[in-house]
Nanobody, 125 residues
Framework: QLQALGGGLVQAGDSLRLSCAAS????????MAWFRQPPGKEREFVAA????????HSSDSVKGRLTMSRDNAKNTFYLQMNSLKPEDTAVYYC????????????????????WGQGTLVTVSS
């Protein structure tokens, strides 16, 4: 089970850190991702880290403005977002997958096995 936390209302230019806590899973072996669903739009890929990777793979729309990290001891991973824009407004979902996905599959929602319930981020201008 995954629980995404940390959403809220922020101003454009602010920073925000989302967290995703895992329970009942062997967290340290998982690959992790964040997706988001803007109002009235489809769910879209935001970022992912694969087991063994040292970099965050992210979409072009957020590249350079966010980083992912994990704390295995707390069974939690994070999405740090900086320089937030109104177009970042969305429900953010965390997801994990047991087997290491190939790069070309990271952005596909079907790649990921377990999903959190989502947390709403609203960025005002």
């Amino acid at each position: 089970q995954l629980q995404a936390l940390g959403g809220g209302l922020v101003q454009a230019g602010d920073s925000l850190r989302l967290s995703c806590a895992a329970s009942g899973l062997s967290f340290s072996i998982f690959n992790m991702a964040w997706f988001r669903q803007p109002p009235g739009k489809e769910r879209e890929f935001v970022a992912a880290i694969r087991q063994g990777d040292t970099i965050t793979h992210s979409s072009d729309s957020v590249k350079g403005r966010l980083t992912m990290s994990r704390d295995n001891a707390k069974n939690t991973f994070y999405l740090q977002m900086n320089s937030l824009k109104p177009e970042d407004t969305a429900v953010y979902y965390c997801a994990v997958k047991r087997n290491r996905p190939i790069l070309s599959a990271l952005a596909l929602a079907a790649t990921w096995n377990y999903w959190g319930q989502g947390t709403l981020v609203t960025v005002s201008s």
